[in-house]
């Protein structure tokens, strides 16, 4: 075994996790739902989502018998919803076909890329493959000081020949388990607790006092931003909300009809679903960012003389706080709720 691999090994033993819901188990199903929330999700938040997921879907075949809906409701919060689509689609191909069992067989499942494949490999059936989520990729690329955004193709490829060429032929589940644990509680994003870092007499980024350079920075892209409207139509103490169309953001959502900033709500309502309505209040408007995108909502109350659309459409503000929402729509709601609207 590699110094580095043992010194890795070695520190999971004492400073690693190993009281997470998701561990001391062999059940792929278990392993294969945590790999998932954790992309891109702190572990201390998915905490908070796993155990319910899990009770509500205790099985494949119970995730694959779900509504999407019912799916998309409990992933609600976690961000990143086409992770829980393809979760849901790629549970209806295991439930017919069963768990596969090689690294192809994982990725030909939505949602599955190699690193989950593989971190699903090692932890439920013992197999012995590198990982390279957002945490190794960083470790590494701070280790090995390597030039270049880790997102890159051929900086990726590097990467994935460091975590192939690293990997212990023994003990891979403690060497994987605590590699991940490392990027995650010590070679973290903003501040590196390098002075009880185990591999910090490897770490070349460390010697050369550049810690803060490594992993390089994505280039920058440009943010795109979109200013709207958000028509909050109530009747009779309802709301009327649409569900919106599977795929692009906020797909399969929940969310409140959008409008442009030009023309007039009242007109608005009446071209679409032929109602009668009374601006009631504007409210001040809120920014939503993501990635590469900036929304700026502007929300509009307003008071419309009778139902349109599908009654399906129309909910009391309690009831709507159990749909799939995006945040900010989830923030309307709650604001509306706790109003007693
Ligand atoms: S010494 Fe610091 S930068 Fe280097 S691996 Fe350890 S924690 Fe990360």
Known sequence: MSEFASLITDWQLHHGRHQLPWQGTRDPYRIWVS????????????????PRFMKRFPTVQALASAEEADVLALWSG???????RHLHRAARQVA??????TLAGWQALPGVGRS?????????YGDRHPILD???????????????????????????ALAEGLLPENRVESYIQGLMDMGAT???????????????FQ???????AVGRYPVARPARPVKERTFRMLLLRHAGRLFMERRKSGGIWGGLWSFPEMEMEGSPEHFVREQWGLEGVVSKRHPPVQHVLTHRRFVIHAVEMDVGMEGGGSSQWHRPGDALKLALPVPVRRLVEHLSDRGD
Request: aromatic share 12%; hydrophobic share 45%; glycine share 6%.
């Open 186 to 200: 010590v070679c973290t994003r903003h501040r590196p607790r390098c002075p009880v870092c185990p591999v910090q």
């Open 134 to 160: 957002g945490n190794v990729k960083r470790v590494l690329a701070r280790v090995f000081a390597c030039e270049g955004f880790p997102g890159a193709p051929d900086v990726e490829r590097e990467l994935w």
């Open 116 to 124: 989950t494949a593989a971190a699903i490999l090692v932890f439920a």
């Open 203 to 209: 770490c070349r980024a460390f010697a050369m006092d």
């Open 78 to 84: 976690l961000g990143y919803y086409s992770r829980a």
């Open 96 to 101: 017919g076909a069963g768990f596969p069992l």
């Open 35 to 50: 790999e998932i929330m954790l992309q891109q999700t702190q572990v201390i938040t998915v905490l908070n989502y796993y």
